[in-house]
């Protein structure tokens, strides 16, 4: 039987922690040395990664905005659709500002865990960037040169960037349209098969990331990365927990109603963290329970499930923020706005991204803006199997609100939803 890739990479963080905790507790020269052998082949992993950030970001925002575009102009369910899309992920991303630091003062790791990783971090790596000020991050949203913001990894201007060329194709005569969405579909694709390379050689990666911190870390490491888990899986329950009341209120759909309907969806999406295998649940609930009728359900479940993946924002943002944090970055109001702005721009570039590709895609962007060290990024993708769990069946329960909110002014009519049914666009729907 194949061993899947997060079970892998599980492996290699366990095998790193346990060979590094041993170090740091016996101070054996032998282990010592095997951490030092290790760094190296750790920054050469993370920096293969690192290499295609930038075209891949650009490439899917590119492809992102169009989809979205041609969705939101063609009908008015699909334009209803992604105004209520965006909204969402706004409101995850706000969440995720507001209460991920509020977490990290009101309930802190151990000092003496943050003390060894900081210490542990600025032997093995600086943090990836300075984090500038409020004014200085205002004035430099719109780049005055995007090869300048490519090369200093500059992520929020780049996007910025990215979105409205993005844009700009959209207006274009269908011709070149076409050959400009093909030759970035082509880049995008290409990027994807480097970052499978790469993330085929994850559990070395990983293995040789965390060993080193490990070792100069001690077993804090292990509590730390606990603490990540129990917090961003918490933070997910609890903007999930927000849309009860908001299908309520908005769909007009009796609250115990909204979590019948949605608790069998709920159910497959946490078993399978797919909001693709969660889609004929998802029509089945909202057929029966919810009464959305078909032609509605037919689609706006499917934009949903392409276009938004509801918990993105606040896990991205989580995961960014807690990295600086624990690594000694100071958390301002600039830093938090300036991942909170990112993770939102990238939410839907991101979407269709297979296993752990979708993370490296996004979590990397976010953590360059609030200049988290992206020594963390390896032990974190491997621990992030537990918050994925809880983050599909946030996705999942906001499909179905979205979708409620969206049918209560919609046509009934099953003649006029096949008719906007026809006009959407088919999307590529892919895995959460």
């Not at 070395?204 to 917090?231: D, N, Q, S």
């Not at 007009?252 to 969660?278: E, K």
């Not at 995961?319 to 990238?346: D, H, K, N, Q, S």
């Not at 990397?364 to 537990?386: C, K, R």
Request: proline content about 7%.
């Amino acid at each position: 039987m194949r061993t899947s890739p997060s079970v892998r990479i599980l492996v290699g963080l366990a095998a790193g922690l346990t060979l590094g905790i041993l170090a740091a507790a016996t101070g054996a020269p032998a282990l010592a040395s095997l951490a030092d052998v290790a760094e190296p082949v750790g920054t050469l992993w993370l920096n293969a990664l690192r290499m295609t950030i930038v075209p891949l970001v650009v490439s899917l925002l590119v492809t992102g905005v169009a989809a979205a575009r041609d969705a939101a102009t063609t009908g008015r369910i699909g334009g209803r659709t992604m105004l209520v899309i965006v909204l969402f992920l706004a409101g995850s991303g706000l969440f995720g500002a507001l209460a991920v630091p509020l977490a990290l003062d009101v309930i802190p790791v151990d000092p003496r865990t943050v003390d060894a990783f900081r210490g542990a971090l600025g032997r093995g790596g600086a943090p990836a960037g300075e984090v500038p000020g409020f004014a200085e991050w205002i004035t430099g949203i719109v780049p005055s040169n995007v090869f300048d913001a490519a090369a200093e990894g500059a992520m929020l201007p780049l996007i910025v960037f990215a979105i409205l060329f993005g844009l700009a194709i959209t207006r274009l005569a269908e011709e070149p349209r076409r050959q400009l969405l093909g030759f970035f579909s082509a880049l995008r694709d290409a990027m994807m098969v480097i970052v499978e390379w790469v993330l085929r050689l994850a559990p070395i990666g990983v293995f040789a990331l965390v060993l080193p911190l490990a070792a100069r870390a001690g077993a804090g490491v292990v509590g730390a990365l606990g603490y990540y888990v129990v917090l961003i899986s918490a933070a997910c329950v609890v903007v999930t927990l927000v849309l009860y009341p908001v299908a309520s209120y908005f769909a007009g759909v009796p609250l115990l109603r909204f979590a019948r309907a949605a608790a069998h969806p709920q159910a497959v999406a946490f078993s399978t963290r797919s909001s693709l295998a969660s889609l004929p649940a998802m029509l089945e609930a909202a057929g029966g329970p919810l009464r959305i009728p078909p032609a509605v359900a037919g689609v706006v479940l499917p934009l949903t499930v392409s276009l938004m993946r509801f918990t993105t924002p606040v896990k991205d943002l989580g995961a960014a923020l807690f990295a600086a944090w624990i690594a000694g970055v100071e958390l301002t109001p600039a830093t938090v706005a300036a991942g909170a702005a990112v993770v939102i721009l990238t939410s839907l570039g991101g979407v269709g991204l297979p296993g752990q590709a979708v993370l490296v895609a996004q979590f990397t962007p976010v953590f360059l803006a609030v200049g988290a060290p992206l020594e963390l990024l390896g032990p974190l993708l491997a621990v992030e199997v537990i918050p994925d769990a809880f983050g599909t069946v946030g996705n999942v329960t906001g499909d179905l609100a979205a979708t409620a909110i969206v049918a209560r002014d919609a046509p009934a009519a099953d003649g006029a939803g096949s008719h906007e049914a026809q006009a959407v666009p088919t999307l590529h729907v892919l895995e959460s």
